[in-house]
């Protein structure tokens, strides 16, 4: 039947991506709300800094996949929206468990565990277990988070999270121009000491946690790290995923178009609504961030 029959279905509507560029469900929900209800956001171009329109009608929009560190101070936002998309979301919730010492240098602004984990139970009881996707992301070896560390920290978070999702995403931190600089401040702080893993190490730590992952019930996706993963037999990732996006949302249809964002990337195409420079949880492995 032609696509006049079912106006919902038009492949012309954007998936939303909200954002990797900042944390709009930690820092900017009120914003996002506002847009929400405006109808549209305008984002500006991260080369020339001239803005485009968005439309954020629900109309225009398939779905919104999120990405946050901290999705606590937008469930109020999320209960005011959801009934307007048909609950059609997705929810990228990294939790890597760095120990606190870790944590200060890496990521001083999240949430404990344990506060991340009822986040995470308060997503499930509204969503499912099938919307939430938790990225072990970047996973960082120094002396503060080596390889038995950051095993044992993925055990732990894989028995917590085992009953609110039913993937994880991972991926070793990438170590752009300007993450290289602070890690090299860092080092000469005397506050940690990074550690690059060569690929045989790097192998070995995805064949483990697939194997804990396994016995969590949760499918464990390489996000990039493409060699890695083929030689642990561990999936290549599409962290925006249509085939995902059709399992969960069968009257919708969607882009069949790739966009990757870096090397090894599977994402299909979406429209990332976020602005650089803006996110306040002062990760010193953001790529998003000056």
Not at 1 to 18: C, D, G, H, Q, V
Not at 96 to 110: C, D, V, Y
Not at 250 to 255: A, D, L, Y
Request: glycine share 4%.
């Amino acid at each position: 039947m032609s696509n006049e029959l079912f106006p919902n279905t038009t492949i012309r509507k954007n998936i939303i991506s909200a954002s990797r560029r900042s944390d709009i469900p930690a820092f900017f929900g009120n914003q996002f709300l506002k847009a929400i209800k405006r109808g549209f956001v305008e984002v500006p171009n991260p080369y020339s800094g001239k803005k485009y329109r968005v439309s954020l009608q629900p109309r225009d929009v398939s779905v919104i996949i999120f990405w946050s560190k901290n999705y606590q101070p937008f469930l109020s936002v999320l209960n005011k929206i959801a009934p307007d998309y048909d609950g059609r979301f997705l929810f990228h919730f990294t939790i890597n468990g760095f120990s606190k010492k870790a944590q200060e240098i890496l990521e001083p602004n999240i949430p404990s565990i344990s506060d991340l984990v009822q986040t995470a139970a308060s997503l499930y009881a509204k969503f499912g277990k099938h919307r939430i996707l938790w990225r072990f992301d970047p996973i960082i070896f120094s002396n503060l988070s080596d390889f038995d560390e950051r095993l044992k920290a993925f055990g732990f978070l894989a028995e917590q999270l085992r009953k609110y999702c039913s993937r994880c995403y991972v991926s070793f931190v990438d170590k752009y121009g300007k993450i290289k600089r602070h890690f090299r401040q860092i080092e000469e702080s005397g506050k940690m000491k990074f550690e690059t893993p060569d690929f045989s190490k790097q192998v070995d730590f995805f064949s483990q946690i697939q194997t804990i992952a396994n016995k969590n019930n949760i499918k464990l996706y390489s996000c990039c790290e493409k060699e890695v993963a083929v030689r642990a037999g561990v999936t290549q990732a599409h962290c925006i995923d249509i085939n995902l996006l059709k399992e969960l949302f069968p009257e919708e249809k969607f882009t069949e178009k790739i966009s990757p964002t870096r090397k090894d990337c599977g994402c299909f195409q979406s429209k990332d609504i976020g602005v650089y420079n803006s996110c306040r949880h002062g990760c010193v492995y953001c790529y998003a961030n000056k």
